[in-house]
C-alpha cells in the first residue's frame, strides 16, 4: 500500500532523513518511534505531500505522492500533532466542510453521524469548536482524518489531550480500522505503540535503525541467563540453596510477594538458560517455585538500547584515525 524508496531530506545543514526505505501493507498498523529530531514528523510530511523529499520517492496505492499527488491524497486521512480548525464553526459545519473539501456526497449526514458515535462527540455536534477542550478537539481531528474511509490513516500524537477513558475508546477504534486498512502512528507513549501497533520502525537521526512487531524486538533483548522467580521459603533457605557460583553468579531479593514468599532476579553464567538448573536446585532443597519466567525487556528498554547502540557505533564510527 505503501512504498518509500531511497527519501532522503535536509534542512539547511541537518540532514533530517538518509535513504529510508520502507514498504508498509493493507492492514498493518505501523509505529514510527524516536526521540525528537530523528526524523518522524519529516517522514509523516512526506507521505502526505505537504512537503517533498530530496530524493527517492513515495507511492501511495499505487500512486507517486509527487508526480500524481491528488490521485495519492484521496487515500489518505491525516491527524497532524498541531491540528488547526476553524474556531467560530460548529463542529457539524466544520466536518460537513471537510466532506466538501473531500469531494464526499452520498450519505454524507449518516457518515458524520457514524464517527461521531464512534469517536464519542454526537453530544457536542452542534457546539462551536472555539468553546470545547482540548481532548474534544483531538477527537474532532480524528473524525476529519477518517472522514471518506481513507485507505492510509495517518495520526501523529493520536491521544495526545484525552483522559484515560477516552485513550482506550481511542485504541479500539485505531485497532479495528487496521483490521482493513493502513494505519502509521507516531507516538512517545511506548506502551501505546506495543497496545496498538503490529509493527514498530524506530528511528534515530533520519536512520531506520530496528523494524520489527513489538513481541520479536522485546525477545530479541530477552536474556536467558536472567529469570525473575517467585520462590516460597526463607531467605535464608533460598540464598543457600542458590549458592554454587558454579550455576548461579548472582542472586537479587527484589521485594516480599507475599507471606514467605519472596521475588528475586537469578543471574547466570552469559548465553546459558538457567531455568531447568534453577527448578532442579529448589526442587532438591524442597522449595516450591510458585513462578519462573525470563527477564524480558519492555519496548522502552529496546528503545533506549538501540538508541545507545546507535550513538555508540556513531561515535566509534567519528573516533577512527585514518593515517
Keep these: 500500500m505503501i512504498e518509500i524508496e531511497n527519501i532522503s531530506k535536509k534542512y539547511g ?37 505537504y512537503m517533498s523529499a530530496d530524493q527517492g520517492a513515495v507511492t501511495i496505492g499505487g500512486y507517486d505522492i509527487a508526480k500524481e499527488p491528488l490521485a495519492a491524497k484521496k487515500l489518505i486521512g491525516y491527524l497532524p500533532e498541531q491540528f488547526s480548525f476553524y474556531s ?28 461521531c458515535n464512534r469517536v464519542g462527540i454526537s453530544h457536542i455536534k452542534s457546539r462551536m469548536i472555539k468553546n470545547l477542550s482540548k481532548g474534544y478537539r483531538q477527537r474532532i481531528g480524528l473524525v476529519q482524518a477518517l472522514l471518506g474511509n481513507p485507505e492510509v490513516v495517518i495520526l501523529d500524537e493520536p491521544t495526545v489531550g484525552l483522559d484515560p ?46 523494524d520489527d512487531t513489538p513481541d520479536n524486538l522485546r525477545k530479541s533483548m530477552c536474556e536467558s541467563n536472567k529469570v525473575i522467580a517467585h520462590i516460597e521459603g526463607g531467605i535464608g533457605l533460598v540464598t543457600k540453596a542458590l549458592g554454587d557460583r558454579n550455576v548461579f553468579e548472582k542472586v ?72
Design 165 to 210: 477513558s477516552q485513550v482506550v475508546d481511542i485504541r479500539s477504534l485505531i485497532r479495528e480500522i487496521g483490521e482493513k486498512r493502513t494505519v502509521i502512528i507516531s507516538s512517545h507513549i511506548l506502551s501505546e505503540v506495543e497496545l496498538v501497533c503490529s509493527r514498530v520502525v524506530l528511528l534515530h537521526e533520519g536512520k531506520i535503525i530496528a
Design 252 to 323: 537479587t531479593i527484589l521485594k516480599q510477594v507475599e507471606l514467605d514468599t519472596y521475588e528475586y532476579l537469578i543471574e547466570g553464567k552469559k548465553d546459558t538458560d538457567i531455568r531447568r538448573l534453577l527448578f532442579n536446585c529448589l526442587a532438591k532443597a524442597n522449595l516450591p517455585a510458585l513462578s519462573i519466567h525470563s527477564s524480558e525487556f519492555t519496548l522502552e528498554d529496546f528503545f533506549l538500547k538501540h538508541i545507545e547502540n546507535s550513538n555508540n557505533v556513531d561515535k566509534e564510527a567519528h573516533d577512527v584515525v585514518y593515517p
Design 88 to 115: 467560530d464553526m460548529k463542529v457539524v459545519e466544520y466536518l460537513s466542510f471537510i466532506c466538501d473539501i473531500k469531494k464526499i456526497k452520498s450519505g454524507r449526514k449518516e457518515h458524520i453521524e457514524d464517527l
Design 13 to 49: 545543514g541537518k540532514q533530517a532523513l538518509s535513504n529510508i526505505n520502507l514498504r508498509i501493507k493493507r492492514g498493518e498498523v505501523v509505529g514510527l518511534l524516536g526521540l525528537n529530531g530523528a526524523g518522524k514528523s519529516t517522514t509523516m510530511n512526506i507521505l502526505t505531500g
